[in-house]
């Protein structure tokens, strides 16, 4: 087949969670798409998360605070951030900006920003999930932060402020409380915050796929191909992937940790890490299951019923996209996650996975047309909120390419701002 035989009217590289429901939604609106997609479906952070859908994920990972944990964040001492400093000549202008946005003020401007991007991600995944009958798989319970002491509690009212500020629904339970919502958790936690209208995902890699079946079941086309270059000509954009080329109208860039690469070759600098996860999915510990995902603020791990199974996820490592896998903060976590939940007293790590969340120093995504190529669009950059956020990024997207009403400000989040 020739493959400049067509061109479609739109192609998105990358088919997790924001590709494909950019896709969907611009299906909806006529268009032809074409889904160009490299790798295999367990490599996504589409498949690997939490499957959190909340309108209260809304905190940049750059704080004012941060300064104060800096020597444990500096020697690698705390659960939730671990930096690879094998990697350190790739990071260092990455983390040089990363700083530069831990303040209150820049921490503020990122939550205004993300407030209103989240506040419809529920509504967005469940218009999907009905025409794909998967309803089934997204449970409203609502997910907690715990805390383990009066003074990690008290160090969120700042956060909670914020929440209250931008209409997040959400209760605070003391311990006995705690007990009776969830009482598969056995740790006596000082203090947790129950966001209340959030919603959980049993299989996250589940829910994707019905999403990629009916963006193909729709007439999509889907390409296996990992795309290498890109450049614009003759009112087109070629595409040069590893098994041949193509052209299209019009191209979205939403292949995660990669796309920062394709960009610059149109000479736009994305400053793009990988924010590297890692869970290991575990037997379920006997006695009460646990019915929503929760997160151990100090101890900087989250765990997350799927199915007949316990997901235990991670903190934040920074490192290349290509670095290897080092599950070394699941195995330093895991006793605290034991102690709570109740779980085996090894961890096994059978069933061990890592995935790339593209991040940027201020922790928005970037969303929009590329300043001086018009036919590009950037859809990348959610780092821990991609899956959440993939279908009203979607939304956005498809409205940007058909001149329609933006629902949410997208200014924040355009390409040119670093």
Request: proline content about 6%; glycine content about 8%.
């Amino acid at each position: 087949m020739d493959p400049y035989s067509s061109s479609p009217a739109v192609t998105i590289i990358g088919g997790g969670m924001v590709g494909t429901a950019c896709g969907l939604a611009l299906q909806e609106r006529g268009l032809s798409v074409t889904i160009i997609d490299a790798g295999d479906e367990r490599d996504k952070a589409s498949f690997g998360n939490a499957g959190v859908i909340s309108n209260g994920s809304i905190f940049p990972m750059a704080s004012a605070g941060i300064w104060k944990h800096l020597p444990r964040y500096a020697l690698n001492r705390d659960n939730g951030l671990r930096i690879r400093y094998g990697d350190l000549p790739f990071l260092a202008p990455w983390l040089l900006r990363f700083m530069a946005n831990a303040s209150t003020t820049r921490r503020e401007q990122a939550v205004a920003a993300l407030a209103p991007f989240t506040a419809t991600a529920l509504s967005y995944h469940q218009k999907w999930a009905q025409r794909t009958s998967s309803e089934h798989l997204i449970r409203q319970e609502g997910w907690l932060r715990l805390y383990r002491s009066a003074e990690g509690f008290a160090s969120s009212a700042a956060d909670r402020l914020l929440l209250e500020r931008h209409g997040v629904k959400f209760d605070v339970l003391d311990t006995q409380a705690l007990r009776e919502l969830e009482p598969a958790i056995q740790h006596p936690f000082h203090r947790a915050i129950w966001l209340t209208e959030t919603a959980t995902v049993a299989t996250p890699g589940e829910l994707l796929l019905a999403y990629q079946q009916l963006f193909q079941q729709q007439g999509g086309r889907w390409v296996n191909d990992q795309i290498q270059q890109l450049h614009t000509a003759e009112g087109y954009v070629q595409l040069y992937g590893k098994q041949q080329h193509y052209k299209s109208q019009t191209v979205v860039l939403a292949a995660g940790a990669l796309s920062a690469h394709l960009c610059q070759q149109l000479g736009y600098r994305i400053p793009l890490v990988a924010e590297r996860g890692y869970h290991v999915s575990l037997p379920m510990p006997e006695g009460p299951a646990l019915r929503r995902a929760v997160y151990d603020v100090a101890a900087g791990y989250v765990a997350a019923p799927m199915q007949d199974r316990l997901r235990l996820l991670s903190g934040v490592e920074l490192a290349h996209p290509q670095s290897r896998a080092n599950p070394i903060q699941l195995e330093r976590l895991y006793p605290a996650a034991r102690e709570a939940l109740g779980l085996a007293p090894t961890m096994d790590t059978s069933q061990l996975w890592s995935g790339n969340r593209p991040s940027t120093p201020d922790s928005l995504p970037v969303l929009g047309f590329t300043p001086r190529h018009q036919q590009v669009l950037c859809a990348f950059g959610h780092g821990h909120i991609g899956f959440s956020t993939g279908p009203i990024t979607g939304e956005l997207i498809a409205r940007l390419i058909c001149r329609e009403h933006l629902p949410v400000d997208i200014h924040p989040f355009r390409v040119d701002r670093f």
